[in-house]
């Protein structure tokens, strides 16, 4: 795989080497069961909420308020059934919007059927959901408010600190508040206490850590149900044996955010925003160059995250233009990797205002800490050599245009 340009890092990163490491450490001589007496289970007891530590610390959390899962897709689907199920029906409302990954938007339809009833808040062109919406249609028997973070294929950055604010004023009775921080998580600032935050859901595998491991943040006092019941793992919140291997790693790629060091990176969060912004312009303009008719969705700038962009072409099939990148060694997505084997228009590119046609035409580039300005020319000559031979077969866009 040597030579080949990654750019599909919002649907999973390239671990760090450290974090390959602590896994295959943990694996070879690390076995012991956390939750075993002896001296082995208490040694990787030990590791393990050294890890819940670094998790919380990157959130402004205490480390008692985060509970291990197996990624993002399970802490959502947990924040949502879990909430509706401690209500029992009491207050059946659940608010949320039309750009939420599909473990929202899936589990809610679940919801529905099992008798909820549901709000699905609408979002500008740009993908911004409005605060003061989403207050009114906050009903008494509102149980919980989900809005995500960072959009997952367009990198608006919502606004959830405002809507935190908003929902902390309506007293005692208040919904939860929940924010599917996995797009966001490391690499863009998050404090619950300061978001007002009930519950929030976070991945490893995007921040160069493994697969199959995530958390939910569950601010002290919130009572959920769990979706896993036995042996009273996690706090009597998330039963089974944890996966110690993947909680490591991801504790030690949160470690490595934290003191913005590694063996291969060395480099500040902020210092790495800002080589994104200068990367998201210099392929911005680039695919713009190349392509005049290229239809960016998402904000230009400001409140986006700098590491994905999102390119509608029209007249093009966004996966024919994939597999031609592809045979340059390029690698990119359609949108969403949950939902990439489903041949439909984006939900979420449907949700800006935007046709079915253009939405089918549509490419993500996300970028990493180890995305080089090389890599980022590489990928716009590679675009520019498929689009030339791609063009024949190009169809009328004016159909979309309607």
Same mark, same amino acid.
């Given at each position: 795989?040597?030579?080949?340009? =990654?750019?599909?890092?919002?649907?999973?990163?390239?671990?760090?080497?450290?974090?390959?490491?602590?896994?295959?450490?943990?694996?070879?001589?690390? =076995?012991?069961?956390?939750?075993?007496?002896?001296?082995?289970?208490?040694?990787?007891?030990?590791?393990?909420?050294?890890?819940?530590?670094?998790?919380?610390?990157?959130?402004?959390?205490?480390?008692?308020?985060?509970?291990?899962?197996?990624?993002?897709?399970?802490?959502?689907?947990?924040?949502?059934?879990?909430?509706?199920?401690?209500?029992?029906?009491?207050?059946?409302?659940?608010?949320?919007?039309?750009?939420?990954?599909?473990?929202?938007?899936?589990?809610?339809?679940?919801?529905?059927?099992?008798?909820?009833?549901?709000?699905?808040?609408?979002?500008?062109?740009?993908?911004?959901?409005?605060?003061?919406?989403?207050?009114?249609?906050?009903?008494?028997?509102?149980?919980?408010?989900?809005?995500? =973070?960072?959009?997952?294929?367009?990198?608006?950055?919502?606004?959830?600190?405002?809507?935190?604010?908003?929902?902390?004023?309506?007293?005692?009775?208040?919904?939860?508040?929940?924010?599917?921080?996995?797009?966001?998580?490391?690499?863009?600032?998050?404090?619950?206490?300061?978001?007002?935050?009930?519950?929030?859901?976070?991945?490893?595998?995007?921040?160069?850590?493994?697969?199959?491991?995530?958390?939910? =943040?569950?601010?002290?006092?919130?009572?959920?149900?769990?979706?896993?019941?036995?042996?009273?793992?996690?706090?009597?919140?998330?039963?089974?044996?944890?996966?110690?291997?993947?909680?490591?790693?991801?504790?030690?790629?949160?470690?490595?955010?934290?003191?913005?060091?590694?063996?291969?990176?060395?480099?500040?969060?902020?210092?790495?925003?800002?080589?994104?912004?200068?990367?998201?312009?210099?392929?911005?303009?680039?695919?713009?160059?190349?392509?005049?008719?290229?239809?960016?969705?998402?904000?230009?700038?400001?409140?986006?995250?700098?590491?994905?962009?999102?390119?509608?072409?029209?007249?093009?099939?966004?996966?024919?233009?994939?597999?031609?990148?592809?045979?340059?060694?390029?690698?990119?997505?359609?949108?969403?990797?949950?939902?990439?084997?489903?041949?439909?228009?984006?939900?979420?590119?449907?949700?800006?205002?935007?046709?079915?046609?253009?939405?089918?035409?549509?490419?993500?580039?996300?970028?990493?800490?180890?995305?080089?300005?090389?890599?980022?020319?590489?990928?716009?000559?590679?675009?520019?050599?498929?689009?030339?031979?791609?063009?024949?077969?190009?169809?009328?866009?004016?159909?979309?245009?309607?």
């Amino acid at each position: 795989m040597s030579g080949i340009v =990654y750019l599909d890092n919002s649907s999973t990163t390239k671990p760090f080497p450290e974090v390959v490491t602590v896994v295959a450490e943990a694996l070879e001589s690390g =076995y012991g069961n956390p939750s075993s007496l002896h001296r082995l289970g208490e040694d990787v007891s030990k590791k393990l909420e050294s890890a819940r530590k670094n998790v919380a610390s990157l959130l402004g959390a205490a480390p008692d308020e985060v509970f291990f899962t197996s990624g993002g897709t399970e802490a959502n689907n947990w924040a949502l059934f879990g909430t509706y199920r401690f209500f029992g029906g009491k207050r059946p409302h659940i608010v949320t919007t039309a750009v939420e990954h599909p473990s929202v938007m899936e589990t809610v339809s679940v919801l529905k059927r099992e008798g909820a009833l549901v709000t699905v808040v609408g979002v500008d062109r740009s993908g911004f959901v409005s605060p003061e919406e989403i207050k009114a249609h906050i009903r008494d028997d509102t149980a919980l408010v989900s809005v995500m =973070y960072v959009q997952n294929e367009i990198g608006t950055i919502e606004p959830v600190k405002e809507i935190g604010a908003i929902i902390a004023e309506l007293g005692p009775r208040r919904p939860r508040f929940h924010v599917d921080a996995v797009q966001g998580f490391a690499r863009l600032p998050i404090d619950v206490k300061e978001w007002n935050v009930d519950l929030l859901s976070v991945s490893a595998h995007k921040i160069h850590g493994p697969k199959g491991v995530g958390a939910l =943040y569950i601010r002290k006092g919130v009572e959920i149900r769990p979706l896993v019941y036995g042996g009273g793992q996690e706090g009597g919140m998330r039963s089974g044996t944890e996966n110690v291997p993947g909680i490591l790693g991801f504790g030690k790629a949160c470690e490595i955010w934290l003191s913005d060091r590694t063996a291969t990176v060395a480099e500040s969060v902020d210092s790495l925003m800002e080589r994104f912004r200068k990367l998201r312009r210099k392929l911005v303009d680039g695919v713009r160059e190349i392509f005049p008719d290229a239809v960016l969705h998402g904000p230009e700038d400001g409140n986006v995250a700098p590491y994905i962009v999102h390119f509608a072409f029209p007249g093009f099939r966004g996966e024919t233009i994939l597999h031609a990148l592809e045979a340059r060694g390029v690698f990119v997505s359609t949108g969403s990797a949950c939902s990439s084997h489903h041949p439909k228009p984006s939900p979420v590119i449907l949700a800006l205002g935007r046709s079915e046609d253009e939405a089918l035409s549509s490419i993500r580039f996300s970028m990493s800490r180890f995305t080089t300005e090389r890599e980022i020319d590489r990928a716009i000559e590679a675009l520019a050599d498929a689009l030339r031979e791609l063009l024949p077969w190009r169809q009328s866009s004016e159909r979309g245009r309607r």
